[in-house]
């Protein structure tokens, strides 16, 4: 986002309209604001940014993992 609360607003609107729809919502997202200032100079995110990604797909992974786990306790107990 260009401004300081841009992002986070539409990144907070698109979650909305994706748990409405029944999607599994990971974790609060990752907000960069002024993302243009930010990696204008390199094109590389910094390590802030760089952390908030890699929590991201921890949470990611960990959510895949819960996920299989439930469903293949799911297709257990339906088989009996």
């Known amino acids: ?11 907070e609107e698109i979650r909305k309209a994706l748990r409405l729809s029944g999607a599994a919502v990971v974790g609060e997202g990752l ?13 590389v995110a ?6 908030g990604i890699d929590d991201m797909l921890e949470r990611l992974v960990a ?3 819960e996920m299989k786990l439930e469903l293949e306790l799911e297709l257990e107990t339906s088989d009996v």
Do not use: M, N, P, Y
């Not at 910094?46 to 952390?51: F, K, L, T």
């Open 31 to 43: 907000a960069v604001g002024k993302a243009a200032e930010r990696l204008a100079e390199t094109g």
């Open 1 to 11: 986002s260009t401004s300081s609360f841009g992002g986070r607003w539409a990144q």
């Open 46 to 51: 910094d390590s802030e940014i760089a952390a």
């Open 63 to 65: 959510k895949v993992a």
